[in-house]
């Protein structure tokens, strides 16, 4: 154990549960390094400052922006090469045989009248040899250049040049920009100059220069400024911090200024993870092919839906950058996460991560709350019962969850004014079961305080378990899923361990909950809801809402109920978002498959889906008006020797035989995706995406190579 009462082992961490704390705070932490006594500072061209100096222009959705360079919205044509450089030629041949027959005199001297005409006698007629030379020679290398301009317009031999000269030869040098003014260099902290803080921007600027400075120093001193010009914090405060910790100001109450590794591409100025790159692909638009795909809060604030295969890349190129980015972005107090996965499953080390709950382990350090951190009955009830049975629930009035929720209710109140907390497993199993001893005592005690409203509550549910098809049934055999063995030492509510609630999400928290997938199945999907469950409750009561809050649930088999589809709906408006990942559909019931998917806003098809999972990703990103071309050829047929000649120098220089072609264009509805393209078009590695912001804006569906 270390000095602080945290269990230092493998698998867990080390840093207690973040506590409230203002963000000029200055926490106890190993100090960066610096530079060695006597070496001069690190140049301007320092990588930190190269990347923010990098520049990143307004793109649509889910372009990654970071040195992003604008594309059309509409594909150039390109002629194919064997026309271009046909046509070239041709066109030098028309241009030589014209000249040929204008200098052997074949067309007249009709060309030469406007040198008789403008040029006086005396210099046409001179007695210098050389001076009529030059007169006659530059006027004809006049009609020539003339000539060459004509042809060379004809044959675009410009674009010869620029595809196949030496233009095309030469690598692509980089461009190197000139270095920003001061007032519009983001190294020099402008925006803090012009709010009156001198000395705070110069100590920044300083240290970035110095190479003391990291991506996340910046993003997290930037979002205490933006606290600063909220009004949530002074300005007096702020510049103290400033000038006292420089970089290393506003630390995160873990004191971590980084991840312990990164596997990802991020950029903390715009927010962004990258996911890989759009395909060159006829069916992405244009703009989007070849450009990096980057996810933010922005897009997750809608929510994100990956389904695939097992090994289609959910975990490794979805879930863990996104983990990777939202880490990030809590250390510098944008965002707090919860990650939920299988024990194992490559979500990140435990060093990452500020609480690590791993259930069923006996080397946690932390527990999980059963309840959500909440006091009332009723609430923790609605949470209870959506755990253990919301997979139950038929989604109509008078289903199984509410009825779950009033018995839980019935029995959560009365034990909580007894006892002054809520019930252990066994306990609430012991009372849902019927048995004659907790349900006696609990009686008794609920006499001896007088408290009679609570007693017509335990009569209630007395009356109740004598009936046939009684809900509390149901519930005890769910619970009793949770009273193993295994889970002895967890959800306890004496006090005696550190629980952990998702109440803790009013702060920049990073949180890992490990399931016990072997052996445990039902009893990890019943957790896999009760996390959900109470991240929705939580956030939609949360006072700051600038506050980032996104739960990434791998595999959420099990876990997408009626209630988790209408909590998935409210999180946009309360500043959350969640990341599911399904191995297929199937694995939600079949009326919730359309709620679900118009619930979320990102929804992403990864390779190797059925074409049943691709028939549900079709009908949701619908159809799109596309124009055809019908074209029919019709071979012309040469009756005279020379028509002949004709043809055959036709398909010489363009490869095919003379034709009449009639075009036909119509403008027809066709879906964007198909379900077979889905199923057997999407190579591996690659997914289709379409992305939604909380701003309205769309991306349509993209094919994405993960690995780019």
Known sequence: MDSDGTRDARGTHAHPVPRPATPFEHNATP??????????????????????????????????????????????????????????????????????????????????????????????????????????????????????????????????????GPPAWRPAMPVTERPPAPEQDPAEWPHLRHAGAHEAAERLAAEAKAGLMRDVDHARISRAWQGVRSGRHTLAGFTGA???????????????????????????????????????????????????????????????????????????????????????????????????????????????????????????????????????????????????????????????????????????????????????????????????????????????????????????????????????????DRIALLDRPAFAPFFDTSGQTRPFSLKALDHPVRVRIDLPQRGHADASRILARLVLAQFTAAVTVREDRSLFACLILDDASGAVTPEAVRGIQRLRSVGAGAVLTLRTLDDVPRPLRGPLLGAIGCRMALSGVTPWDGQDFAEVWGKEWTETRDVTDRQIIAETPAGKAVHMLRRVITGQAP??????????????????????????????????????????????????
């Open 242 to 476: 400033v000038l006292k910790d420089g970089s290393g100001a506003c630390l995160h109450p873990s004191g971590e200024r980084d991840l312990p590794v990164r596997h990802a591409r991020h950029d903390l100025l715009t927010g962004q993870v990258r996911l890989g790159t759009t395909a060159d692909d006829p069916r992405n638009p244009y703009h989007y092919r070849g450009a990096g795909l980057g996810l933010d809060p922005g897009l997750l604030g809608t929510s994100l839906l990956a389904v695939g295969p097992s090994g289609s890349g959910k975990t490794g190129a979805v879930v863990r950058p996104l983990a990777e980015s939202l880490c990030l972005h809590a250390l510098a107090g944008r965002a707090s996460v919860v990650v939920v996965g299988a024990a194992g499953a490559g979500l990140g080390p435990a060093e990452g991560y500020d609480v690590v709950v791993r259930i069923g382990h006996p080397d946690s350090a932390y527990d999980l709350d059963l309840y959500g951190g909440t006091t009332d009955p009723d609430e923790a009830a609605a949470i209870l019962a959506e755990a253990l049975v919301g997979d139950l629930a038929d989604p109509h009035p008078g289903s199984d969850s509410r009825r779950s929720t009033t018995v839980l209710a019935q029995l959560l109140g009365p034990f909580r004014a007894v006892h002054d907390r809520f019930p252990s497993v066994p306990e609430l199993r012991g009372l849902l079961d019927g048995a004659p001893g907790p349900l006696a005592a609990l009686r008794k005690a609920l006499t001896d305080t007088g408290q009679d409203g609570l007693l017509r509550e335990l009569d209630a549910r007395e009356r109740q378990m004598a009936h046939p098809g009684d809900a509390g049934t149901v519930l005890a």
């Open 659 to 708: 034709t009449a072609r009639a075009v036909t264009v119509r403008q027809v509805e066709r879906e964007r995706w198909s379900a077979s393209e889905l199923a057997h078009g999407v190579p591996a590695g690659h997914a289709v995406l379409s992305l939604t912001s909380v701003r309205g804006e769309h991306a349509p569906p993209l094919l994405v190579d993960l690995r780019g």
């Open 31 to 164: 100090p960066m390094p610096t530079v060695p006594p006597g070496a001069p500072p690190r140049p301007d061209g320092s990588p930190f400052l190269t990347w923010l100096r990098t520049p990143r222009p307004e793109a649509a959705p889910g372009v990654w922006r970071l040195g992003h360079r604008p594309r059309p919205e509409q594909e150039p044509e390109q002629t194919p090469a064997r026309q271009l450089i046909s046509g070239a030629l041709i066109a030098f041949l028309v241009g030589w045989l014209v000249w040929s027959l204008l200098w052997n005199g074949y067309l007249g001297s009709w060309w030469v009248l406007p040198l008789q005409l403008l040029v006086p006698d005396s210099w046409r007629n001179s007695d210098s040899n050389v001076s009529r030379a030059f007169l006659w020679y530059g006027y004809y290398s006049l009609i020539a250049l003339a000539i060459l301009l004509v042809v060379g317009r004809l044959g675009r031999w410009g674009e010869v040049w620029r595809r196949y």
